[in-house]
């Protein structure tokens, strides 16, 4: 089955500084990519995804770029306000599935 | 629109007992999921419904787990016996039918945190 593996674990930031956090998945037939934003007690919320046919992705201070041959696929936050603080999931679904398979997490604390 | 509704919100049972969770997902989505999500690591899925049929259910450990969708509305998830390993946020989430390779938004509920001492 699918295997996604997150970098890193915790990310500290200075307010208005670029977050980067890293996925590698293992199945090449993987053809979706979303990535969650979850705060401390509540419930995973979708915040930008990316389908194979796309390499890059922007939404305002998000992006996510795809690499397909490497089999990896990061999400960049620009302009880091104490409010990004969470903990990010990406995940990997494969071809017509719709199941998730989601990283460890990463915990982002932004610093003001 | 309202959300995934999921209840109860917490619940704190000894080992060997049973416990069930109850999901209602929005309204017209045909698929529901099971997560479990053990504290630090990311969802896991347990079962996958579309409509009142199971899709997978490959990762649910059918010795003590067990759910059931029936009209392809609410579902529910159940332990029994509970083990101390069992310890985690139960979430559910729902997301239109997908067909030819496109994917819809997966949207959780709030989850349920269990804990079993």
């Known amino acids: 089955g699918e295997n996604v593996e997150q970098h890193p674990s915790t990310l500290s930031v200075q307010e208005g500084d670029s977050a980067v956090i890293k996925c590698t998945y293992s199945?090449?037939?993987?053809?979706?990519f979303p990535w969650y934003k979850q705060e401390l007690g509540k419930r995973p919320q979708l915040i930008i995804d990316?389908?194979?046919?796309?390499g890059e992705k922007k939404d305002q201070r998000i992006a996510v770029t795809l690499n397909k041959t490497a089999k990896h696929f990061s999400l960049h936050i620009t302009e880091t306000q104490p409010e990004d603080s969470a903990v990010y999931f990406c995940?990997?679904?494969?071809?017509?599935?719709?199941?998730?398979?989601f990283g460890k997490g990463t915990k982002l604390s932004v610093i003001p | 629109e309202a959300g995934v509704a999921q209840s109860p919100r917490y619940k704190i049972i000894e080992k060997r007992q049973s416990v069930a969770f109850w999901c209602n997902p929005i309204?017209?989505?045909?698929?529901l999921y099971w997560y479990q999500q053990i504290l630090g690591q990311g969802p896991k899925l347990l079962i996958q419904?579309?409509?009142?049929?199971?899709?997978?259910d490959s990762q649910l450990p059918k010795d003590r787990f067990s759910a059931e969708r029936l009209k392809g509305v609410d579902s529910t998830l159940k332990i029994q016996p509970a083990k101390l390993e069992d310890s985690a946020v139960y979430l559910c989430?729902?997301?239109?039918?997908?067909?030819?390779?496109?994917?819809?938004?997966?949207?959780f509920g709030p989850g349920t945190r269990l804990t079993v001492l």
């Open positions: 995940a990997a679904s494969g071809a017509g599935s719709y199941q998730l398979t």
């Open positions: 990316i389908r194979s046919n796309v």
């Open positions: 989430a729902s997301s239109l039918v997908g067909g030819a390779g496109f994917y819809n938004e997966q949207f």
């Open positions: 199945d090449s037939a993987s053809n979706y």
């Open positions: 309204s017209g989505h045909a698929t």
């Open positions: 419904f579309q409509n009142n049929g199971v899709v997978d």
